[in-house]
């Protein structure tokens, strides 16, 4: 894993593939909650076997798409486990709402709607920047106190 948004897929022919998750945005390593966030992902996909539903790549070769696992709670299960949508729902990532147009519809409402869930239970990044955005303002009015 390279970041929350970037994973490293061997093919069934043993070639290394760079997936870049269609329609989200997690942030890097070395930003704020960025370690978080790929840890995450590492332990939603490391390992597994997995599906990649894609249809181009970017201008870096990546491969641009959704990657499906087993759910570990549901052995047997298949590929149900779309890891993009499960960044948003957790609050590791952001939806890429400026990509949106390159997703099929019925993924774009859900990835839309899992990003404002995450934001309404304040869960993972969300909560960081409320924690991070009420201490500013703390500090601010603290100051105008003195």
């Not at 970037?6 to 960025?34: H, S, W, Y």
């Not at 299960?77 to 019925?106: I, K, N």
């Amino acid at each position: 894993m390279t970041r929350g948004d970037t994973l490293m897929c061997l093919t069934v022919d043993n070639r290394q593939e760079l997936i870049r998750l269609r329609g989200i945005d997690a942030p890097g390593r070395k930003q704020p909650f960025g370690e978080h966030a790929r840890q995450h992902l590492a332990d939603l996909a490391h390992g597994k076997s997995a599906a990649v539903h894609w249809t181009y790549r970017d201008h870096h070769g990546r491969i641009i798409g959704a990657v499906w696992v087993e759910p570990v709670d549901c052995p047997g299960c298949g590929h149900t486990l779309d890891v993009g949508r499960a960044q948003l729902a957790s609050g590791m990532a952001r939806w890429a709402q400026r990509y949106a147009s390159q997703q099929p519809v019925e993924e774009r409402y859900a990835y839309e709607f899992e990003e404002s869930e995450a934001r309404a239970r304040r869960t993972g990044l969300w909560r960081k920047f409320k924690e991070s955005s009420q201490t500013q303002a703390s500090q601010r009015s603290g100051e105008a106190a003195r």
